[in-house]
């Protein structure tokens, strides 16, 4: 048998150095990309129309001014004078996310590619940013977070994100304790039966709400499940959680509007204080422990009188 013919190299194409430039051209014209070049000192040499767009300035009122002083937030023009130092330096360029001002003074996200031009001997003498306008990505990705941590029905957080923040306030090495109070509504399948769970979720939603009046700027509220709630007070202080439970029982004494019905529903509340170290499930139980005794008691209060 004859040896195998050896494959067919590809044709190899050869294109000339005017037109691998007017390629180069047409390409930095025709990105999506914002694709300033400027020297050590930060002004611009070269801006591209997209970064014209987005700045809604000219080409020609572009070159030769700082780009900080036109895409930089202001609180952050000197980290930008400092990142173009180091890179000419010779640093690594490290590629990440920052945040630039649109030519309407909007803030939008931008993932930026950082590359420093050399010549031929290696001496650096401008360096080129390459930036990706990500604002609509990152708005999505936190609104699917967003979903994934919240109550679908009250928009309070849900049990995941409850545990999240608590697991975060006992963390023994950076935590600094929180107070909780797990709330559970007294005899709500009554609501239910009697009024519709259309009317049993306009009185969850109502709870949810009471609870956001006591909440403070840095507590959370959050819904368990069913007509279980917690909300978490970052002070962590006793009196401060029999404060707000006062408060929640002058707020549940009042009735929910349910298609023009009064609706009255209770609650029983439990208080524990989780300390950084203390475990969550620990804590969480001393408050639904808490709770319990208190429906219990009342249980046993209304059998008495009846």
């Known amino acids: 048998m004859g040896e195998e013919p050896a494959p067919a190299r590809p044709a190899t194409v050869s294109v000339p150095a005017v037109v691998l430039d007017g390629l180069a051209r047409a390409t930095l014209e025709a990105t999506a990309a914002l694709v300033v070049v400027c020297d050590g000192q930060g002004t611009m040499l070269l801006a591209n129309p997209a970064l014209q767009r987005f700045t809604g300035s000219s080409e020609d009122q572009l070159i030769g001014r700082p780009f900080w002083e036109v895409v930089t937030l202001p609180e952050e023009v000197a980290l930008a004078r400092t990142a173009v130092a180091t ?29 420093v031009l050399v010549h031929e001997d290696g001496r650096p003498y401008a360096v080129a940013f390459i930036g990706i306008d990500v604002t609509v990505h990152r708005e999505r990705e936190a609104e699917v977070q967003r979903l994934a941590m ?26 600094t304790g929180c107070g909780l109070v797990f709330c559970d509504l007294d005899d709500f399948k009554a609501v239910n039966d009697r009024h519709g769970h259309a009317a049993g979720d306009r009185v969850l939603v109502a709870v949810a709400e009471r609870l956001r ?44 509007e349910v298609a023009g019905t009064p609706v009255h529903v209770g609650a029983s509340t439990g208080t524990a204080v989780g300390r950084p170290g203390d475990d969550p499930d620990d804590v969480m139980l001393r408050a639904d422990l808490g709770m319990y005794g208190m429906k219990t008691r009342r249980r046993i209060r209304r059998a008495s009188r009846g």
Do not use: Y
């Open 87 to 115: 890179v000419l330096s010779g640093a690594p360029a490290i590629p990440g996310e920052v945040d630039w001002l649109s030519g309407e003074g909007v803030k939008r996200r931008i993932e930026l590619q950082t590359s």
């Open 150 to 175: 919240t109550d679908a029905l009250t928009g309070a957080a849900n049990r995941g994100a409850l545990f999240m923040v608590l697991g975060a306030h006992l963390d023994p090495g950076s935590g």
């Open 213 to 256: 009046e006591l909440a403070g700027p840095d507590d959370v509220v959050a819904r368990l499940g069913g007509d279980e709630f917690v909300l978490l007070c970052a002070d962590g202080d006793e009196e401060a959680l029999a404060d707000r439970v006062r408060r929640f029982d002058h707020l549940m004494a009042q009735p929910v």
